[in-house]
């Protein structure tokens, strides 16, 4: 287990609605990422945040958006939710400056 | 833009073979180069990683090769075990932010 927490672990959405998933990052990490695995597909990079700031952001459009708390905690929101939004939302935490990243368990969203 | 090319997609291997997955990258600027393995609703777990100046990194039964100059890298697990059974990820790393191969479902055969 990396101690990284992802909730809720499942999530069905209608089409145009917004979702919000949670994140804790491991103890004393404090950079987390945001990826999004498409079925049979590699994670890709949505954003990451560092202090409260979002620190790079990958090819998703604005209705992806994000929060960072001073507890390092994530926030991941998605408005107008499409049906290609349906994936795995995976959290990853770091510290600043190293290069290890570890994963949550995810959250599976389904839109329909 | 795919900038990192990961195969086979699949690799079936008996018990106690070698199984060997190939990446190669295109943006030179990347300065960590990953492994993960992910099992069916799990996320994705780190394996074993590796610097570019580096040309090898052995943890147990996981090597990482590493050729700078062709922009390729490739992770052989020694004396393959059905525990292995996985999906395996390469991925390249700048500033934390991981660019990741397409996967390869591997499954070892008993």
């Known amino acids: 287990e990396t101690g990284v927490t992802q909730s809720p672990t499942h999530l069905i959405k209608t089409r145009g609605q917004q979702v919000t998933l949670r994140c804790s990052s491991q103890?004393?990490?404090?950079?987390v990422s945001w990826y999004q695995q498409a079925l049979g597909q590699g994670p890709q990079f949505i954003f990451q945040?560092?202090?409260?700031?979002?620190?790079g952001r990958g090819n998703f459009p604005p209705r992806f958006s994000g929060l960072q708390f001073p507890n390092y905690s994530s926030e991941l929101n998605v408005n107008a939710l499409e049906l290609d939004d349906s994936a795995l939302y995976l959290c990853?935490?770091?510290?600043?400056?190293?290069?290890?990243?570890?994963f949550g368990q995810g959250t599976r969203l389904t839109v329909v | 833009q795919q900038q990192v090319k990961q195969s086979p997609q699949s690799l079936i291997v008996q018990k106690g073979g070698i199984s060997i997955i190939n990446c190669a990258y295109e943006?030179?600027?990347?300065?960590?180069f990953p492994w993960y393995q992910q099992f069916p609703g799990k996320g994705p777990a780190l394996l074993i990683a590796?610097?570019?100046?580096?040309s090898e990194k052995k943890e147990g039964r996981f090597t990482i090769s590493f050729n700078k100059s062709a922009k390729q890298f490739s992770l052989h697990i020694m004396d393959s075990q059905p525990g292995d059974s996985a999906t395996y990820f390469c991925?390249?790393?700048?500033?934390?932010?991981?660019?990741f191969g397409q996967g390869t479902r591997l499954t070892i055969n008993p």
């Open positions: 991925a390249a790393s700048k500033a934390q932010k991981l660019v």
């Open positions: 945040y560092y202090r409260e700031e979002e620190n």
């Open positions: 103890s004393g990490h404090n950079t």
């Open positions: 590796i610097r570019p100046d580096v």
């Open positions: 943006n030179t600027a990347f300065d960590y």
């Open positions: 990853a935490s770091s510290l600043a400056g190293g290069q290890e990243a570890f």
